[in-house]
């Protein structure tokens, strides 16, 4: 994503060799573990703009490396204006995928199949299409094992750095008034329950959460900071994808245990919630759909009567474009959750 630069690097050398002693010096003088760690991420956060600003980028992404093992991209429209409204869509990867696998691309012979199974960039830019008047900023986060709850258990630190993460880059991003959007697939559920676990209640500027078949690790220690979101701040919104991996089969071995997936987990996470939201329930085809009265907590329930894996078609047939608008003016339009991929035009 990134393209070394030339001798402007070179010029930047000096200062940047300066400016590390000092901070190194810095950070050796705070006592407080915490402001030590704040410190270190806000460091790494201004190297890291140095060092963006010293290469040539491909036009609306910039890429980069925090503390050392996650990298950072973020996709702004081409079209960006600070003056505009924006929203901010922190997606965190599933495990085993890197950045460019999940944005996708056109499938060539010799070509990783992951590259073919969620398209974000793809879905990225029919949503854009269809909000023209907000700026629409996507913000992958990868680590380098590739899997956001090992990375938790390597880094017991992670109920400061995730939320420290999320503020920083948001402000990275200079806007009218932003609003963030929390999101990611598989392992990347794992990510947003770090962040949950980090703050003491959800901030205001967070509107949407979205668990595109991640949420593995819901428990009800969650469910009171979600239920003062959804009740305290306005315009909150809660959507779940999941499929019945309770009775899938891979090599006619199941795929979870029957209390481990993402079936049993969103189960429990609707039953937390209807003890104090009225729900309606929906079948269609082979979807089964909960909704609040005012549409803002949706869960989507794919059956699965042949015990196949639908792990990644909950993302590919327009789940992500699904996940921003669900609930909204824009649902299913020009679009249907679970159908043909109306981003085709866009990979």
């Not at 925090?66 to 929203?87: A, F, Q, V, W």
């Not at 495990?95 to 070509?111: A, L, P, S, V, Y």
């Not at 880094?155 to 420290?164: C, D, Y």
């Not at 789940?319 to 649902?331: A, N």
Request: aromatic fraction near 14%; glycine fraction near 6%; include cysteine.
């Amino acid at each position: 994503m990134i393209i070394p630069g030339n001798s402007y690097e070179s010029r930047w050398l000096p200062i940047q060799l300066f400016s590390a002693l000092y901070f190194f010096l810095l950070v050796s003088s705070a006592k407080q573990p915490k402001l030590k760690t704040n410190l270190t991420i806000s460091i790494a956060f201004l190297f890291s703009v140095l060092h963006i600003n010293a290469q040539k980028i491909i036009p609306g992404i910039d890429s980069f490396r925090i503390h050392g093992d996650i990298k950072i991209t973020i996709d702004k429209p081409l079209n960006y204006s600070s003056h505009k409204k924006t929203i901010i869509v922190f997606y965190a990867l599933p495990n085993g995928n890197t950045t460019e696998q999940t944005m996708g691309k056109k499938i060539r012979d010799g070509d990783d199949w992951r590259f073919d199974i969620q398209h974000i960039r793809a879905q990225t830019e029919f949503v854009r299409k269809i909000l023209k008047r907000k700026n629409f900023v996507v913000v992958y986060l990868e680590n380098n094992l590739k899997s956001w709850p090992a990375w938790k258990q390597k880094h017991p630190g992670f109920l400061q750095l995730i939320p420290h993460l999320v503020d920083s880059i948001s402000g990275m991003v200079k806007s009218r008034s932003t609003i963030i959007y929390l999101n990611g697939h598989s392992g990347g559920g794992s990510f947003i329950f770090g962040y949950l676990q980090g703050v003491k209640m959800i901030p205001e500027k967070i509107k949407r959460i979205s668990f595109l078949d991640s949420d593995y690790g819901y428990d009800s220690s969650y469910y009171s900071k979600l239920k003062n979101w959804l009740q305290q701040v306005k315009g909150s919104a809660l959507n779940i994808f999941a499929y019945n991996d309770s009775i899938a089969l891979y090599n006619e071995k199941p795929v979870v245990s029957a209390t481990g997936g993402t079936w049993y987990r969103s189960h429990l996470f609707l039953k937390d919630l209807q003890n104090d939201f009225s729900f309606s329930v929906k079948e269609d085809d082979s979807l089964v759909v909960y909704k609040s009265r005012d549409r803002r907590i949706q869960f989507f329930f794919k059956t699965n009567p042949d015990r196949k894996i639908f792990h990644t078609q909950q993302v590919e047939l327009n789940g992500f474009i699904h996940s921003i608008f669900c609930g909204t003016k824009y649902d299913s339009r020009k679009y249907r959750y679970y159908s043909g991929r109306a981003y085709i035009s866009y990979i």
